[in-house]
């Protein structure tokens, strides 16, 4: 059964760090494009980063450049969000997402996305 398992959200205030994981279990990553993606409460679902699984590209939504970093470890079939300088905008729930996708660059659309995780809260508060 393919799965993602998402960890790593808590309580942070203002200007501190979180690094999120996400395992994948029933598939191996190296040809699929990763996602995170973060939904506030009464908000759209929206795209954050993605690593592309043929060449590694990184994109980024605007609102994290700088701040965000995405990775992946294929051999631990696991990728990471490294959040630096967190605001509390940033407060979400945030969700991996994976689809095979070995030829083309990763996208921030969420349609494009086939298997997503549960999620993981995320809460920037003083």
């Known amino acids: 059964q393919l799965q993602l398992v998402e960890s790593g959200g808590g309580l942070v205030q203002p200007g501190g760090s979180l690094r999120l994981s996400c395992a994948a279990s029933g598939f191996t990553l190296d040809y699929y494009a990763i996602g995170w993606f973060r939904q506030a409460p009464g908000k759209e679902r929206e795209g954050v980063s993605c690593?592309?699984?043929?060449?590694?590209?990184?994109y980024y939504a605007d609102s994290v450049k700088g701040r965000f970093t995405i990775s992946r470890d294929n051999a631990k079939n696991t990728m990471y969000l490294q959040m630096n300088s967190l605001k509390s905008e940033d407060t979400a729930i945030y969700y991996c997402?994976?689809?095979?996708?070995?030829?083309?660059?990763?996208?921030?659309?969420?349609?494009?996305?086939?298997?997503w995780g549960q999620g993981t809260q995320v809460t920037v508060s003083s």
């Open positions: 997402a994976a689809v095979r996708r070995p030829f083309r660059s990763c996208t921030l659309q969420r349609p494009e996305y086939n298997y």
């Open positions: 690593i592309s699984g043929s060449d590694g590209r990184t």
